[in-house]
């Protein structure tokens, strides 16, 4: 088959800047891509968090047009994957004044005032970045709602520019986030107000970013079939799901992978020992050297529950601590990572200082959340949506038994009672009532617990299979987008 050329626009791109699965998702996917054979470029802003990785700069400056202004930024150039055999260029786009700050969407007053300006930036530099260097993308994959106005400028202010002829597919990874804005903000997209885009930015008398792009997307994916069934329906749609459900078979699942390289316990040199589904002896080192870690009694045999988690009412933390009294007075210990609701935060910490088997660590550290994934005996995630998820994978490939609701892609990524547990209703009940499930397995029958670590820890989760299926999904999109030409 011909050789794609793919564009990604992503505000995150690990192991440059992550704030969620976004970041993952952007790090991974282009390099599996590539493996194929396919012609792939990265382009993201250069935020104060990037700096600390060497990116070397092209030859003069790049002049983003904005109306009837041009903003003028410097590209500095990198690669992702060096070390993978294809690696991805990754161009980063320099100007100091909306991204040289100390986070990637906002801060500790919350989010950044301009980020429609920010992203709109980014968006419309990565079509200019297209004609800079020569390359002429046959699709340019977006992600959420910072870089929504892609589709949008090329169905308007580039619908008779060549570049024009470009898919574009539009992943949603989370549709609680939609790029809300004042309508009287529209000039700081660059968009005139005679463009047309309006009336396919405007809701409820606001700019709604994520709205646009549905519209004006060639195909629409989401990162795992349940949740691309979900969001066409009232309960997940976000106040979106009639447009949603208006694109009919435009909108697709595909579920996310993982990266079987960074996330391997054969291969982690982020934890104690190496283990793998044949021998699992090194699991327990990985066990007793966490709880060393984090100041927990080193038991062997008490069972150990993990999670590493925002700490957010998405995520079920609220239920989690509502059966923290009990689960402790069940024996067993629980170490938490995260942050986010500064309430939650303050409770989980005083917990630790007055529990000898209650640790939380708040912050993110990616060394503790690969000895957490590769320690614990069991992980929670009692999500109350969860688009697809990578934690309840990587768990399965440590053979740490997930907890989780069966909610978008943890209903498709985890075999009920086969490589973890699951339960429907999100209340404190139905949770404690599936973790004791996993505690009597635990303690009544080590061989079927060894069963489910080995047969989780043998599934397929890498990026390969589903870069065939996004493979299929760009065609798919060239074919569509081209007839219109």
Request: charged share 20%; net charge neutral.
């Amino acid at each position: 088959m011909a050789r794609l050329k793919i564009l990604y626009v992503t505000s995150e791109c690990f192991p440059f800047a992550k704030a969620g699965g976004l970041g993952d998702v952007a790090g991974a996917l282009p390099l599996a891509l590539a493996a194929r054979g396919h012609d792939v470029r990265v382009v993201m802003p250069r935020y104060a968090v990037t700096k600390k990785h060497a990116a070397a700069p092209l030859a003069g400056s790049l002049g983003v047009p904005f109306g009837p202004m041009t903003v003028w930024t410097r590209v500095l150039r990198t690669t992702l994957g060096e070390d993978r055999g294809a690696p991805v260029p990754v161009y980063f786009l320099e100007h100091d004044r909306l991204y040289d700050r100390k986070g990637i969407y906002d801060d500790d007053n919350g989010a950044y005032g301009d980020n429609l300006e920010r992203y709109a930036l980014l968006s419309r530099g990565g079509i200019e970045l297209c004609r800079y260097l020569g390359f002429e993308p046959d699709v340019i994959h977006v992600h959420d709602w910072p870089t929504c106005l892609v589709p949008v400028y090329l169905d308007t202010v580039e619908a008779s520019t060549p570049i024009a002829r470009a898919a574009t597919v539009l992943t949603i990874h989370n549709m609680a986030y939609q790029g809300w804005f004042a309508r009287s903000e529209l000039p700081r997209s660059g968009l005139p107000w005679g463009s047309g885009a309006l009336t396919s930015l405007e809701m409820h008398g606001q700019l709604n970013l994520l709205k646009a792009g549905i519209i004006h997307s060639t195909i629409v994916s989401t990162v795992s079939p349940r949740y691309a069934a979900e969001i066409q329906h009232e309960a997940g749609g976000e106040g979106l799901d009639g447009l949603l459900r208006a694109r009919g078979g435009d909108v697709v699942g595909v579920l996310n992978g993982i990266d079987e390289v960074t996330w391997n316990p054969s291969l982690d040199r982020h934890i104690a020992a190496p283990f793998s589904a044949d021998d699992l002896g090194g699991k327990a080192e990985c066990k007793a050297a966490l709880q060393r870690e984090l100041g927990l009694p080193i038991e062997p045999h008490v069972p150990l529950f993990g999670m590493v988690s925002r700490l957010v009412e998405q995520k079920g933390v609220d239920v989690v601590e509502k059966v923290l009294p009990a689960l402790l007075e069940r024996g067993v210990q629980v170490a938490i990572v995260g942050s986010g609701d500064k309430g939650i935060e303050g409770r989980f910490l005083a917990l630790s200082h007055a529990s000898q088997r209650f640790r939380a660590w708040i912050g993110m550290n990616e060394g503790l959340a690969h000895r957490v994934e590769a320690g614990s005996d069991f992980f929670l995630m009692p999500s109350r949506y969860e688009p697809c998820g990578l934690n309840q994978m990587y768990s399965q490939a440590y053979g740490t038994l997930p907890i989780v609701r069966a909610v978008g892609g943890l209903d498709d990524t985890v075999d009920n009672g086969r490589t973890g547990f699951k339960f429907d209703d999100l209340t404190p009940e139905a949770l404690l009532g599936t973790i004791d499930w996993g505690l009597s397995v635990y303690a009544r029958s080590p061989d079927q617990l060894r069963a489910m670590q080995q047969r989780a820890m043998r599934k397929s989760m890498g990026w390969s299979m589903i870069a065939r299926q996004y493979e299929a999904l760009y065609r798919l999109a060239v074919r569509q987008r081209r007839a219109r030409f």
